[in-house]
């Protein structure tokens, strides 16, 4: 519709920069949001910051594309902006994108990463702080984030050999679909802060390699360009973010079903968004003292950019609407940030398809377990009860899932599957798809190895008794510190950590 309309001067755009009239161009079209202002989820200060000018750059990573043509009425699409007209201004760098870049330009070649750690150190150095901040960031004092990692060292192996392992096979069926490993790409929001492509990266890289994506409710790309971007029969899941207007949630999970998504992912540990300090500290800076103490601004910017575009979120979710979902698609439904045994009956009980047991990457509650450690008495507890094993019950786990000794941990507990979430951003992050490609097939290699080395020849062999859980509810047992390990461990050249 746009098309038909004039030809705008990047000038006349100029002119629209109050309250009163405030116009912005994204991708180049001119759009009049002087009326939209207050209704912005994100608040007001944010695009008035950006009247007259161009806002395709902050508004990229945040948005859907077509969030700001769905968003406002035709009537304020004035049209196209004429490209001779827009004098690029010199781009200023800050110290800190300077410092960025040149770390950039000499990050290590992709061939040099070893491990998953590794994405996560070069993404470290080289990203901009505000996405750094916002993937990295947990709840309060990081304690559950940082004990999802520990919760994995906290369980110890008990090999099996003379098994002939020649050859081992770690594919697997998640929920009725072939998947080259029991790993699904977990949903992770606003993937275009880390690059670009922001999920494309995830999508093409899945598609090559057989691994199956959860396409997040608040990606960057919007989900038909995700779909699009898959190859034939990619196999996609989709997480929900369950909205108060259930008449959207509707729509959004038909056309995910109509375009033949296979699962729906509903979270259920966020109510509201957890305190993720790292990432609101980014937002005082963003903004500035003086304009936080305004009061004209609805949204409290304070709390950061993912709680100001999570106030859709409906926290009056309750187990009665189960059965409401169930009336609007015949995708399997599985809830997402399952922490107790009980809830995990009640799930089951429900009639749902499968539980992940998961705190959110430790960003929602601190000091809840790990979903690993709660497997086990979630497997006992529906033992108990006849539904497990439930081939119509499957259980997953996320959070801190490094290497695939963690992975080949958790499906010894019962897990079907596990989920990666911030590893692949980071990869990604910091070497766009390939980047993703490799850590992919880092794990396979650890599969492989860690399948040997276990004496697993295929995942129906990868049994509780390979495993010794004694003390993974201990939280004050860890492995003392190896101090010669500590002075003798080389990080990555070039992977220079940033300071605090
Ligand atoms: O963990 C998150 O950051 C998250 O789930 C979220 C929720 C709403 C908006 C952005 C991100």
Redesign the pocket.
């Known amino acids: 519709m746009t098309q038909q309309k004039p030809v705008i001067s990047a000038a006349e755009v100029a002119k629209h920069n109050t309250r009163e009239s405030c116009w912005i161009i994204v991708h180049g079209h001119a759009y009049d949001v002087t009326e939209f202002l207050d209704d912005h989820p994100g608040g007001s200060k944010i695009i008035l910051k950006y009247g007259g000018k161009d806002a395709t750059e902050e508004y990229d990573p945040i948005h859907p594309p077509d969030a700001i043509t769905s968003n406002l009425p035709p009537e304020k699409h004035l049209g196209p902006v004429d490209p001779s007209t827009v004098k690029e201004a010199p781009k200023e760098l800050t110290a800190e994108q300077k410092q960025r870049e040149e770390r950039s330009r000499f990050k290590p070649p992709l061939d040099e990463c070893l491990n998953l750690h590794d994405f996560e150190a070069v993404a470290k150095a080289t990203l901009p702080d505000k996405a750094w901040a916002y993937y990295s960031s947990a709840a309060d004092d990081e304690i559950t984030h940082r004990d999802n990692r520990a919760a994995f060292q906290r369980i110890w192996f008990r090999p099996r050999i003379l098994r002939d392992v020649t050859r081992v096979d770690w594919s697997t069926m998640i929920l009725g679909h072939k998947s080259s490993m029991p790993v699904y790409i977990t949903a992770t ?2 993937g275009k802060l880390g690059h670009p492509d922001g999920e494309l990266n995830l999508t093409r890289a899945a598609g090559k390699h057989g691994v199956i994506q959860m396409i997040p409710t ?1 990606a960057s790309c919007s989900f038909d360009e995700i779909i699009d971007a898959g190859v034939q029969d990619q196999v996609f899941f989709m997480q929900l ?1 369950v909205n108060k207007d259930r008449a959207k949630t509707k729509k959004i999970v038909q056309h995910a079903e109509k375009r033949g998504v296979k699962a729906l992912f509903i979270t259920v540990d ?1 109510p509201q ?1 957890g305190r993720r300090e790292k990432d609101m500290r980014m937002k005082f800076e963003d903004v500035g003292a003086a304009v936080q103490a305004k009061s004209d601004d609805k949204v409290d910017r304070n709390q950061g950019a ?1 709680r100001a ?2 106030s859709f979120i409906d926290p009056g979710l309750s187990w009665n609407d189960i059965p409401w979902f169930r009336s609007i698609t015949k995708m399997p439904i599985i809830l997402k940030g399952v922490q107790c045994w009980e809830d995990a009956v009640l799930a089951a009980e429900a009639g749902c398809d499968g539980i992940v047991l998961s705190n ?2 430790g ?1 929602q509650l601190d000091t809840t377990r790990s979903g690993i450690e709660i497997l086990p008495e979630v497997v006992d507890e529906l033992r108990k009860r006849g539904l497990f094993p439930n081939p119509k019950f499957s259980i997953f786990v996320d959070g801190g899932v490094r290497r695939a000794t963690d992975v080949l941990k958790a499906v010894a507990l019962g897990a079907t599957a596990v989920g990666v979430g911030r590893a692949f951003i980071y990869a990604f992050s910091a070497y766009g798809q390939e980047g993703v490609e490799k850590a992919v097939n880092i794990l396979n290699d650890e599969f492989e190895m860690n399948m040997r080395l276990i004496g697993a020849r295929n995942i129906s062999e990868v049994v509780p008794s390979l495993v010794d859980t004694s003390s993974l509810s201990l939280h004050v047992t860890t492995v003392p510190e190896d101090r010669l390990y500590r002075g003798n461990y080389e990080a990555m050249r070039g992977a220079a950590v940033r300071e605090i």
């Open positions: 929001a606003l608040l973010y966020a968004l993912a575009i999570s959110h990457g960003r």
